[in-house]
């Protein structure tokens, strides 16, 4: 998982730090801390989530690297469903828990 929150963290820099013509400036400054948070594990399902929509709307048929970014929304995407971790920022705030169902089937 810190692998995995270190790899979405780079690549969604990386992807927002290409050179393009028509960039608006916010869109770095929008990433930079999202993928902060991602990378220490801090309120990690919306930061992801969020990391996404600022990623989707760079996302156009005339992108000159699609595959960078669609690697970067997929690696955040995975990131969102599977949580933070146990090294965690989330993990220190709000504890580890294990979800038990009861079946008896």
Known sequence: MLLLRVSAMVTSILSAAEPSPNRPTWELLAVIPLATA???????????LL?????LLRFT??????LSLSVSILYTLALAILGPGAYSVDALLFGRRLLLTNRDD
């Open 38 to 48: 991602l990378g220490a594990g801090f309120l990690t399902p919306l930061a992801a």
């Open 51 to 55: 990391a996404i929509g600022v990623q």
């Open 61 to 66: 048929p005339s992108h000159a690297n699609l």
